[in-house]
């Protein structure tokens, strides 16, 4: 009986992941452009920078909300800002107004995403955590990879207000089903203690220490190409919406064809290190081939930004495997911590790539460069932890 409502609380959040992930991908690569109306595009990592600190501070009070009110009510409330926010990118045309629910839907994406966390902790296990994990990033891929073609479709003239309120359209079927089928989830008794001493515990531990830099080095990887890599290929290479769709989408197929076997096979055949390692080899190649492709071959673009994301959904379900195995639902506190390394990573990124711009007139071309060194820096902490098997 336990195993069975487990089963249907995971494929729950399963499919709470799907649409939540397809709400989150359809805007995401167009939202630098959008902000683009409105400031220069050398200050758009400005926007990203704020929203991010903003999100650290949520993270912080996470687990002491999630103590007080439990995650269900801490997620309804999450989800019910997203929709006004997005209802308002949708309808509204006051750019000060637009700014501020910008904001509110960068910030509320990620917390959601930890509430998630917790949701797939409660229903499971540390001997099928790589299944777990490996199933659950598969659903959330599988909108990833087909939303920038959706994307491409629906955007023209460059009319974002069509985007964002296709966005909130897929996150009311997010919202059923929190209320439908996660409303009797039972809390754990988290244990919400400060940060600083969280901080100490995970640094304290070699293993936690360095899968947790190697988390943050690639949030720091999507920050770059996440803001950058759209605003490139449109401007300076000259590809359309439609276009940079169909790249888009071939290029986030990894994530769907590659992390549940990887997840699998990190349960059953291999460690984590090996896998983890070899993630970050191919993402340095890959990301610094980019500054070297200056031509329009659809072919070619995506196929090196595809081999991009082999090597960065490798290391994504490694990083995820290795962390849950150590941890469960009940250190709130260090899961908040693993998730800030997105805002962190958001903050740094798009700080060091307008500092480049800015102070040493970097053309954006060899952002690309210095992301594949960065990457290869994570060898460093991948090579350093101690496999779960």
């Known amino acids: 009986m336990v195993n069975n409502l487990k089963s249907q609380g995971l494929f729950s959040v399963y499919l709470l992941g799907f649409f939540f992930a397809f709400h989150t991908a359809l805007p995401t690569y167009i939202n630098s452009s959008f902000l683009d109306i409105f400031m220069p595009e ?26 007080k009110f439990g995650n269900y009510k801490i ?58 994990r490996g199933i659950y990033l598969t659903s959330v891929n599988l909108a990833w990879a087909l939303s920038p073609f959706i994307s491409g479709l629906i955007l023209a003239n460059n009319e974002y207000w069509k985007i964002y309120l296709a966005s909130f359209i897929f996150l009311v079927p997010v919202f059923l089903i929190l209320l439908l089928n996660l409303r009797s989830f039972k809390d754990s008794e988290y244990h919400a203690t400060h940060i600083l001493e969280t901080v100490r515990t995970v640094w304290r531990n070699n293993d936690l220490r360095n899968i947790f830099i190697s988390n943050f080095l690639l949030f720091f990887f999507y920050s770059w190409m996440t803001i950058y890599t759209p605003l490139y290929l449109q401007k300076n290479i000259g590809f359309s919406w439609g276009e940079i769709g169909i790249i888009f989408s071939i290029m986030l197929l990894p994530f769907v064809l590659l992390q549940f076997p990887l997840g699998r096979l990190a349960d059953k ?25 200056s031509g329009g071959n659809m072919f070619v673009w995506a ?24 941890v469960d639902c009940l250190n709130a506190n260090v899961i908040s911590l693993y998730r800030m390394s997105g805002p962190f990573a958001y903050i740094l990124g798009p700080l060091v790539a307008t500092l480049l711009f800015n102070f040493f007139s970097f053309d954006i071309k060899y952002l690309f460069l210095v992301l594949g060194l960065i990457m290869i820096f994570g060898l460093r902490f991948s090579l350093s932890i101690k496999d779960t098997k």
């Open 75 to 132: 997620a309804f409330l999450l989800i019910s800002l997203n929709l006004i926010a997005l209802l308002g990118l949708a309808i509204l045309q006051i750019p000060s107004l637009l700014l501020i629910f910008f904001l509110i839907n960068l910030i509320s994406i990620p917390l959601v995403y930890f509430s998630t966390d917790i949701f797939l902790e409660g229903f499971s296990s540390n001997l099928k955590t790589g299944r777990i």
């Open 303 to 326: 196929v090196i930004l595809f081999i991009t994301r082999i090597g960065a959904c490798t290391v994504e379900i490694m990083c995820d495997t290795y962390f849950f195995k150590k």
């Open 42 to 67: 050398k200050l758009v990592g400005v926007i990203y920078i704020l929203a991010s600190i903003l999100t650290i501070f949520g993270f912080l009070v996470m687990p002491f909300l999630l103590k």
């Open 269 to 293: 055949r291999y460690g984590e290190k090996e896998i983890l390692s070899l993630g970050f080899v191919i993402m340095a190649i890959a990301t610094g081939v980019i500054s070297l492709v």
